[in-house]
């Protein structure tokens, strides 16, 4: 796998979103790329040689100080113990923040995104609230979302909420290489609701063939009632204790997902523990 | 277990149910009980309302049949205490079900054990089963089984239910059913689209239902099915249930009519040894 992506803004939440990768990386033995935007209307790369040139006005005096704390921050934070233990780079850019970020994420140097999100409420900095939802909903490769404190143990007990549809091979494809970088233990589980009612027997033998299909080892096969999906998945994981939960998107957007509503967003929004994310229909 | 009543018509289902009360007889010490009524042919019955009274020769040949029924029911009863088991036999004579309904008021019996053979389809519509006629109106347990039964190999009991209600004779024979046997109970509600529930309601009080009720030994599940009789033989298939035990409340009438009675459609469209107790 190519590096891990970590968009941080040097917020509580970017700080744990780094911490999770800084297991990630380790253990799936890759880079990690941390990466910070200044807001600014005007993209100036300064990464390599400091201030550009331009003006001399208070603008520019107080944007220079801007520069350098962003700088002193992302000094701190490569500074965080363990970090030497992995292979780290990092990039400070001006522009366009969620512009930029994307491209970054799309730019086929990344293998994973890892960010920080706070959840729905709140918009103060550009890497959570909706933002990170887009960047969910629209990245071609698998965005873990953090909200809270993450270590190791997280990754060792994975829920995969799973509609047990035959175009998740890559999904599985990454759940698999986290199960033995990790040594995990993988919980399939369908959420049942009255909307997608189907009886045990059904569902139970769509689950065995599954697993057989994709040959997936060191896992357990669930069913979940609720009313509604995204509350199944959660309470499920509550249930279980589970560290982290993975699943698909199929990155609905504007009028279908309003209608539809896509489960992954909503997840990421109200699930403690970290939520992993592709997009299937890129 | 003080006595356990078997209703026999020879049959290989009525065999099955006697091998059965002898290892239960064997284990507990209980009397067991046999029981055969011998049933009028309808035509006899017609005759007597004629001027010319009951037909000679029919009457003959039920003097034989009776006669007959009465050394088969020797034999059996003599296989039993042969084995060391303390056996009654009475012979009676009339209308299966009735005569049947009074010896279910017999204080003594705490258990019947009944072969059945499942009725279905327009027999099951018109006249239903005397199996489920038996389980609707027994004051005391009644097994009931198909297939012949190994009591040392009993070890999975499932216990359907909704878990909202507790009624304390059902629990305690229910108990008891467990103990005898030494078995798990697996408690399984069955979660379908017209009473479906969410599982952090429906476990809450599946977990609180259990303890409350001091069980021990026990699984819980909640079955997704259609209907809840499906839902109930499913989960018994998948965990390769030994019996199946059900609470019933008996409907009878108009209302088994219009409505169905859970119990009684498990009874006859399961394969697996039905244990049922009638709340009243």
Known sequence: MKSILCPTDFSEQANHAVEASFYLAKKLKIGLHLYHVIESASEVDFNVGGASGG???????????????????????????????????????????????FEEIRSDKHGMVVMGTKGASGFQEILIGSNAEKIVRMSPV????????????NFKNIIYATGLKDDEHEVIGILKELQVAFDAKIHLVRINTPNNFQTDWATKQQMESYVKDFGLENYTCNIFNDPIEEDGIILFAEEIKAGMIVMATHGRTGFAHLLSGSIAEDVVNHAKRPVMTLNINK | ????????????????????????????????????????????????????????????????????NKKQLAEEAKKLSEDGINVEQELKMGNPFINLSEELKDEGVDLVIMGSKGASGLEEALIGSNTEKVVRYAKCPVISLKQPLIVDTLKNIVFAANFKESDEKLLAALKKLQSMFGATIHFVRINTLNNFEPDSFAKK??????????????????????????????????????????GTHGRTGLGRLFSGSLAEDVVNHSNRPIWTYHMG
Request: net charge negative; no cysteine; hydrophobic share 40%.
């Open chain 1, 55 to 101: 003006g001399s006005s208070m603008d520019d005096i107080f944007f220079l100080k801007l520069i350098e704390r962003t700088r002193q921050n992302m000094d701190q934070l490569l500074a965080t113990p363990g970090l030497e233990e992995i292979e780290v780079t990092s990039e400070i850019k001006t522009g366009n923040p969620s512009k930029l970020i």
């Open chain 1, 142 to 153: 698998p965005v873990i979302s953090v909200k809270e404190f993450v270590d190791e143990s």
């Open chain 2, 1 to 68: 277990m003080k006595k356990i009543l078997v209703p026999t018509d020879f049959s290989d289902q009525a065999q099955m149910a006697i091998d059965l009360a002898s290892q239960i007889a064997k284990k507990t010490g209980a009397t067991v009980k046999l029981v055969h009524v011998y049933e009028y042919p309808v035509a006899t019955a017609y005759t007597t309302l004629d001027v010319g009274g009951p037909d000679p020769i029919e009457g003959e040949l039920a003097r034989e049949m009776v006669d007959q």
């Open chain 2, 205 to 246: 009080r599946m977990k609180n239902w259990v303890r409350n009720n001091k069980f021990e030994d026990f699984t819980l599940r909640i079955y997704n099915d259609v209907e809840e009789e499906d839902g109930i033989n499913h989960y018994a298939e998948e965990i390769n249930a030994d019996l199946l035990a059900l």
